[in-house]
């Protein structure tokens, strides 16, 4: 995959194990919906909640939402797949505590694009060979099994110090091996709306994509900080009539120099609203 696939500002968990709340997911507005069978699921009901999948992909549209996998290491993970190799409706596969590119590769070879989730030290550490697996549509954070991995305390000057190193790694791993934006993990409160919209800005301005949700309150308030504001866009188009204009890759723009790398990303701001 490469970063020309198509930007995802959100996707919104659903638990398999509620199908009645399918449908509404699909009309929450998310830029993706995101079937779980992994955490949403108890261990005693994953065998119902994947046939929950599959009763709803046989009259869900073509490519119609995410499905979150067991992770490799589980006894559940090849039915997973086998579901996946199935079902038309399901767009993509994420794969929860990817540790290996050889996971990865197993996931890739269903034939959809995989989303790895990266949420414990050894995916971490893992993280070149992981990024550069193929198959890979973009990478994605899980940072709050992250830190119940490395033992690290919620909400203090360490976490943000351990979960920004992190989010920095994804973030180049992502651009040496041409991967899509990545997507930031879940904001656990829903109700603390200022708090998503600092975090969702803190990694928008990092480079992230999007961020994973867990409730549909949460997608309004991310698309307001992902989308690109007004007067980004009018800079962004006036970067671009002035480049046709003079047919020149360096000139002043409001007392601005521009050159190459500018205009490139004049034109991923005006790509990025007319995808949306």
């Given at each position: 995959?490469?970063?020309?696939?198509?930007?995802?500002?959100?996707?919104?968990?659903?638990p398999?194990?509620?199908?009645?709340?399918?449908?509404?997911?699909?009309a929450?507005?998310?830029?993706?919906?995101?079937?779980?069978?992994?955490?949403a699921?108890?261990r005693?009901?994953?065998?119902?909640a994947?046939?929950h999948?599959?009763?709803?992909?046989r009259?869900?549209a073509?490519?119609?939402?995410?499905?979150?996998?067991?992770?490799?290491?589980?006894?559940?993970?090849?039915?997973?797949?086998?579901?996946c190799?199935?079902?038309?409706a399901?767009?993509?596969?994420?794969?929860?505590k990817?540790?290996?590119?050889?996971?990865?590769?197993?996931?890739?070879?269903v034939?959809?694009?995989?989303v790895?989730?990266?949420?414990s030290?050894r995916?971490?550490?893992?993280?070149a060979e992981?990024?550069?697996?193929?198959?890979i549509?973009r990478?994605?954070?899980?940072?709050?099994d992250?830190?119940?991995?490395t033992?690290?305390?919620?909400?203090t000057?360490?976490?943000?110090?351990?979960?920004?190193h992190i989010?920095?790694?994804?973030?180049?791993h992502s651009?040496?091996?041409?991967?899509a934006?990545p997507?930031?993990?879940?904001?656990?409160?829903?109700?603390?709306?200022?708090?998503l919209?600092?975090?969702?800005?803190?990694v928008?301005?990092?480079?992230?994509?999007?961020?994973l949700?867990?409730?549909?309150?949460?997608?309004?308030?991310?698309?307001?900080?992902?989308?690109?504001?007004?007067?980004?866009?009018?800079?962004?188009?006036?970067?671009?009539e002035?480049?046709?204009?003079?047919?020149?890759?360096?000139?002043?723009?409001?007392?601005?120099?521009v050159?190459?790398?500018?205009?490139?990303?004049?034109r991923?701001?005006?790509?990025?609203?007319?995808e949306?």
């Amino acid at each position: 995959m490469t970063s020309a696939a198509k930007s995802l500002r959100s996707a919104l968990f659903v638990p398999a194990t509620r199908p009645e709340r399918f449908e509404k997911a699909l009309a929450a507005g998310a830029d993706a919906v995101i079937i779980d069978l992994e955490d949403a699921v108890e261990r005693t009901a994953k065998t119902q909640a994947r046939d929950h999948v599959r009763e709803f992909a046989r009259t869900a549209a073509p490519a119609s939402f995410l499905l979150r996998v067991n992770d490799a290491s589980t006894p559940w993970f090849e039915d997973d797949l086998a579901l996946c190799a199935d079902c038309d409706a399901i767009a993509g596969i994420m794969l929860p505590k990817t540790e290996s590119a050889a996971q990865v590769s197993r996931v890739a070879a269903v034939g959809k694009p995989v989303v790895p989730i990266i949420e414990s030290a050894r995916g971490v550490l893992a993280l070149a060979e992981i990024a550069g697996a193929g198959g890979i549509e973009r990478l994605s954070f899980g940072y709050l099994d992250l830190m119940l991995d490395t033992a690290t305390t919620p909400d203090t000057a360490g976490a943000r110090l351990l979960l920004d190193h992190i989010r920095c790694q994804i973030l180049l791993h992502s651009a040496a091996h041409a991967l899509a934006a990545p997507l930031d993990g879940v904001y656990p409160n829903f109700a603390d709306v200022q708090g998503l919209a600092q975090l969702a800005t803190q990694v928008r301005d990092m480079g992230f994509g999007g961020m994973l949700c867990i409730h549909p309150k949460q997608v309004g308030v991310i698309h307001t900080v992902f989308q690109p504001a007004e007067q980004e866009v009018s800079w962004a188009r006036r970067v671009l009539e002035q480049a046709d204009a003079t047919a020149s890759s360096a000139f002043q723009l409001d007392g601005q120099m521009v050159d190459a790398p500018v205009i490139e990303r004049a034109r991923r701001i005006v790509a990025q609203v007319s995808e949306q």
